[in-house]
């Protein structure tokens, strides 16, 4: 019993402290995803025009969520949610909209954000289920994936000069 309670008061100081959680669907990558703390729950907004998106969460699923430590960037701990969509105009939509809404950054239409959500994006709320992952012995890095992007070229012949010329005193 005492496990449990340590556990919960784990997931919950660390996901409200936590500016980024990375939530993991069913068949879907993690993915790093802003969030609220409220009522029991990680609270996200997604899925529209200008929002995060929300890929493999749906309502009644489960959703692997882990959790960063703010100040060193390293996992603190990984609890699985239930998803729960909320409806728009539904009471507990109005809470949490009003709680997202605060701390939602750089929205173009602040105040008009509720009316947008409810039309065009959806809201969720991954609750936890009281279970925790243990903490992984080895490295989790991955090979980060193919893109065009990310092309090596060989360093111009004039760089060094450019870098490491030593300034003329006059």
């Known amino acids: 019993m ?6 919960q008061a784990l997931v ?8 980024l959680i990375w939530v993991q669907g069913p068949g879907s990558p993690a993915r790093a995803l802003w969030h609220v ?7 996200l907004v997604g899925d529209g025009p200008g929002e995060q998106p929300l890929p493999g969460l749906a309502d009644g699923a489960t959703a692997e969520v882990t959790v960063r430590s703010k100040d060193k960037g390293g996992r603190l ?3 699985t949610a239930r998803v729960e969509e909320l409806a728009p105009g539904t009471p507990a939509w109005e ?10 950054l750089n929205a173009s239409d602040a105040e008009a954000v509720p009316e947008r959500w409810a039309r065009e994006c959806r809201v969720l709320r991954l609750e936890p289920t009281g279970t925790t992952a243990p903490l992984p012995d080895g490295p ?6 193919p893109t065009p992007a990310t092309t090596r070229r ?7 000069r450019l870098l490491f010329r030593r300034r003329r005193r006059g």
């Open 2 to 7: 005492t496990s449990e309670l340590l556990d």
């Open 12 to 19: 919950e100081e660390a996901t409200r402290k936590s500016g």
């Open 37 to 43: 703390w409220h009522g029991g729950a990680a609270c």
């Open 77 to 79: 701990v990984a609890w």
């Open 95 to 104: 809470e949490t909209v009003a709680e997202l809404k605060g701390k939602r």
């Open 140 to 145: 989790l890095s991955e090979a980060p994936l």
């Open 154 to 160: 060989p360093v111009p012949a004039g760089l060094p």
